[in-house]
């Protein structure tokens, strides 16, 4: 019988090579966890945008609800643009402007310049339009985005009678 001779490792290779590998975890966590942070964060801010370009919109909203609960309403730029700023009662908004304007029309669908007698075979519709506008400025600046967002809405009603 012949004798094959072995190549003998040294003493704790096994343990030396487990040990090599296991720093490789931590980094990966560590890409991973900051990777999934900014993920986070992007995803929190755009939230926060949202939330406040639905609040511009609602405040346009309540502004139009003002001033279309009856036709005497519809002028009274003062008391919707005092509407439409109570409902935007959001902290982030800057520079609020509330405008609004009404148009008249006949139900028939021909012009009306808002006097009466216009519409002899049909009844003046008054519409109310209010338009808002707020600059935001987000949490956090990231580059090659605009450091403050304008943001705007409207809403457009008819007047009861």
Request: glycine share 10%.
């Amino acid at each position: 019988m012949e004798m094959v001779k072995r190549k003998l490792l040294p003493r704790g290779w096994m343990k030396r090579n487990e040990n090599a590998e296991s720093g490789q975890a931590l980094i990966e966590l560590a890409l991973s966890l900051s990777l999934m942070l900014l993920l986070m964060l992007g995803a929190v801010e755009f939230g926060h945008v949202a939330y406040a370009a639905i609040e511009v919109s609602n405040a346009a909203a309540a502004g139009s609800a003002y001033g279309s609960q009856a036709s005497g309403y519809a002028g009274d730029t003062q008391g919707i643009a005092n509407a439409a700023q109570n409902d935007a009662n959001f902290s982030g908004l800057t520079s609020f402007t509330a405008t609004s304007f009404y148009t008249c029309s006949c139900s028939d669908g021909t012009a009306s310049t808002c006097t009466i007698g216009d519409c002899p075979n049909s009844h003046i519709e008054v519409s109310v339009t209010v338009n808002t506008s707020a600059s935001f400025k987000p949490l956090v600046h990231v580059p090659g985005l605009p450091s403050t967002i304008t943001l705007r809405g409207q809403s457009i009603r008819k007047c009861g009678q």
